[in-house]
């Protein structure tokens, strides 16, 4: 079964300025994130605006990320992990996205987010991802962003889930709340030879290693690939001085990710990188120029610039 590890950024959708999807900017992003040392690549998480896409766009740009990086490996000797993001608010949808994926083909796993909009009890929760476990022979990796669904999968639900589906492989947990990711830990003790957690706040990937999570889902590593992978490398070297050397550099990018509306802040730090990614979809606004100022100071200091 497929195991999630290292570090796999959720990477942007490149847009033209009449917003449709730019698939050679894609394509270019995607050996980029790859040349720099990240582990493997996820199409379409929140990072990649997956709510903006027509099916043809989303087909297209999963083939795209596929191609880019055929034949790639990583550090470890690896091929490159590939997951698509398969969110949506109800269930039938969601079924309906993993088909495309399965049609595509190439990829390891899918990603489902919480229904958005939708307050589920935790009994629909289970339903919920049971349902889509039993839809697909793919590896299925739940997707906890409770600051942006403010729909959480608690503990308890995720070690029901890994018990009784074994395609489901494992949760990214992006509450930055590291006492609810280390009862993911605790309560799948036993499942852990098929299930895993990923951790999915940046600012956290080296107490989430230290705590035992695969690796993590990382949007600064969009900006920010080598410094990002250089904290699971230098961890998984026994270089635990360099890993968190290399957290403490990246902390500032993530924490000026809240100048502006996700993931403006990510996109901006690319174009001011001199890689053209366009803009996000209305109505999410470019930072003011002040912010502008203020990032070009962080990838300055970050040598990113």
């Given amino acids: 079964m ?22 050679p900017a894609l394509a270019k992003m995607a050996v980029h994130l790859v040349d720099n040392g990240v582990h493997g690549l996820f199409p379409f998480g929140t990072t990649g605006e997956f ?19 055929a034949g790639k490996t990583n550090r470890y000797g690896k091929p490159i992990q590939l997951i698509a993001g398969c969110s949506h608010i109800t269930t039938r949808e969601v079924v309906r996205l993993i088909k495309l994926v399965e049609g595509v083909g190439g990829y390891d796993a899918v990603s489902v987010l919480t229904p958005m909009f939708v307050s589920q009890t935790q009994d629909e929760l289970y339903a919920y991802y049971k349902t889509i476990a039993d ?26 889930l890994a018990k009784d589906c074994g395609n489901i492989i494992g949760v990214k947990d992006s509450t930055g709340d590291m006492t609810n990711t280390g009862e993911y830990l605790r309560l799948t003790m036993e499942e852990r ?12 990937i080296y107490a989430a290693l230290h705590y035992g999570c695969s ?4 949007s600064c590593a969009n900006v920010a690939p080598r410094v990002v992978a250089d904290i699971y490398d230098k961890f998984m070297d026994g270089d635990w001085k360099g890993a968190l050397e290399a957290q403490y550099r990246l902390a500032p990018l993530r924490i000026a990710c809240g100048m502006g509306t996700f993931p403006e802040v990510i996109k901006e730090g690319l174009v001011l990188q001199g890689i053209p990614v366009g803009k996000c979809l209305e109505p999410i ?10 990032l070009r100071q962080v990838l300055v200091d970050m040598n990113l610039i």
């Fill in 2 to 23: 497929y195991k999630p590890y290292g570090i796999i950024p959720p990477i942007i959708t490149p847009f033209d300025e009449n917003g449709r999807i730019d698939y």
């Fill in 51 to 69: 709510y903006a896409v027509s099916d043809e766009e989303y087909v297209k740009a999963i083939e795209t990320v596929r191609d880019a990086v």
């Fill in 135 to 160: 839809s697909t022979t793919m590896p299925v990796i739940m997707y906890n962003n409770l600051p942006k669904t403010n729909v959480t999968i608690t503990p308890a639900t995720a070690a029901r």
């Fill in 193 to 204: 030879d098929h299930f895993n957690v990923m951790m999915g706040r940046d600012t956290l």
């Fill in 215 to 218: 690796g993590a889902v990382a």
């Fill in 285 to 294: 606004a470019e930072l003011r120029p002040d912010e502008k100022e203020k």
